[in-house]
């Protein structure tokens, strides 16, 4: 895992795990804050387990929730907020641009999700993204996909979940490079109303790597991590 940025890099993995907030289409609690959850990072390319990230609620408002994020791994980042729509769609999070992690403030809600969920369901919608830091602006699309419905083992237990399938085309073209194309599956469970697995990994061409026949050159392939819900998280309400 490239950890230049590592605070950037752990919004990515905050952004990408963090499904918590749902709608009650999904019939899962509402977060509260104390809410809590933690996952295990493992480096698909050779199953080594990077460390764990821990999620807790720390506020809750009419149409926002904060969420606290934290790590064992300081390769894995900084302790960082997260804020997100009651339904759990996206406003601001990290992508993957060129295999460097780029937070963005959404326009429009990030659609991660249309729920309610159902087998066999699609989705495909753009969104403007700008990335605060310099002002660049990027159009996002997300496909999304419920595979199926799926029965799956983690540490956390075993749990029924829809399989989902999301392709998203980062928007982040910048000259010889194409566009960032981010492949993720999920094992999203109602019970919970968040992921309990998911694999994610990425990819984009670059010109300057290729020879003169366009037949030789290959895409640069960015991280491949495996997120497994470790500890589904008793709920510590007042």
Known sequence: MNIENPSARFAV????????????ADAAAAPAPGDSWSYRVVN???DEV????????DKVDA??????????????GMPSTEIYT????????ALINHDQPVVYDFQQPYPAYDFPLAD???WSLRVNAVNPANGRSARVRV???VLGSERVTVPAGAFDTFKIRRRIYAG???GPRSQTNITETEWYAPALGRAVRLERNSEFMDQNRCSDEMSACTPVRGDWLLFELVDAGAKTRP
């Open 120 to 122: 066999g369901k699609t």
């Open 172 to 174: 982040d073209f910048d």
């Open 86 to 93: 009651a339904d759990g769609r996206w406003i601001r999070h």
């Open 50 to 57: 990077r460390g764990s990230v821990q999620y807790r609620v």
């Open 13 to 24: 993995i905050a952004c990408v795990m963090l499904s918590a907030l749902i709608s009650a």
């Open 143 to 145: 496909d999304g996909n």
């Open 63 to 76: 149409d926002r929730v904060a969420v606290a994020v934290s790590s064992d791994l300081p390769a894995l």
């Open 44 to 46: 698909r390319y050779n």
